[in-house]
């Protein structure tokens, strides 16, 4: 049976991707990677992931690259003197076989280098994509616009995640035009932990959406 494996993008940069991340990892047993970090004087997605999932350090991967400015990852890797490259990302060997999760830096089309995107990477790892969504005015949009980034990339969608207080009518646009499911919704915690991540699963999520069946 295969491991469930996923790659989780956001429409936007602060939707939500690292807390629908680590929801992930608490549910699905899983491990977590983030190829490309930016802005690591201030933050570290891994870091907040092991917290919130409360991961041993043994299941979070380390970053293909790592950079300080916290801006899109070409940029910050120009100013490192860097340059990202796509043939230095590949699924850590201690994960190939387990649950993972992969987390994007910023959106599909955020450039990695002078010639790619993070579709770009999302194709070289081949994982289903959780597309995370901010749940408020402007969704319906930026949704399907990442929808259409995805599949005009040929990249496999496994659903939307929607952050933010339930509004039915961005459920049902999102779910009609843009041809997915929506799988979770988030709403906004008066904590966020490992039993909170949990019951939000439990209570919001679609389960069946990560089986062995939905997965294969």
């Not at 990302?89 to 830096?105: F, H, K, M, N």
């Not at 955020?110 to 194709?123: A, E, F, G, K, S």
């Not at 988030?186 to 999520?205: T, V, Y």
Request: hydrophobic fraction near 45%; aromatic fraction near 6%; glycine fraction near 8%.
């Amino acid at each position: 049976m295969m491991a469930a494996q996923y790659f989780v993008t956001g429409t936007d940069t602060g939707v939500g991707k690292t807390v629908v991340s680590a929801l992930l990892c608490a549910a699905l047993d899983a491990s977590f990677w983030k190829p490309i970090q930016t802005g690591t004087n201030t933050d570290s997605d891994s870091a907040t992931v092991a917290q919130l999932a409360e991961l041993p350090p043994e299941r979070i991967f380390a970053e293909a690259y790592r950079f300080a400015p916290p801006v899109s990852p070409h940029l910050a890797a120009r100013e490192a003197r860097a340059k990202i490259s796509l043939s230095k990302i590949s699924i850590p060997v201690g994960a190939r076989d387990s649950a993972l999760i992969v987390e994007g830096a910023g959106g599909v089309l955020v450039p990695v280098n002078d010639t790619q995107y993070m579709r770009d990477v999302m194709r070289e790892l081949g994982l289903p994509i959780i597309v995370a969504a901010r749940n408020s005015l402007g969704t319906i949009n930026h949704t399907l616009l990442t929808l259409a980034a995805l599949r005009a990339s040929r990249l496999r969608v496994a659903g939307v995640v929607l952050n933010g207080e339930s509004n039915g009518g961005n459920r049902e646009s999102i779910e009609r035009y843009g041809n997915v499911r929506v799988i979770g919704e988030i709403p906004r915690m008066a904590r966020i932990d490992r039993a909170a991540l949990l019951e939000i699963f439990s209570k919001h999520f679609d389960g069946a959406a990560f089986s062995a069946a939905a997965y294969a």
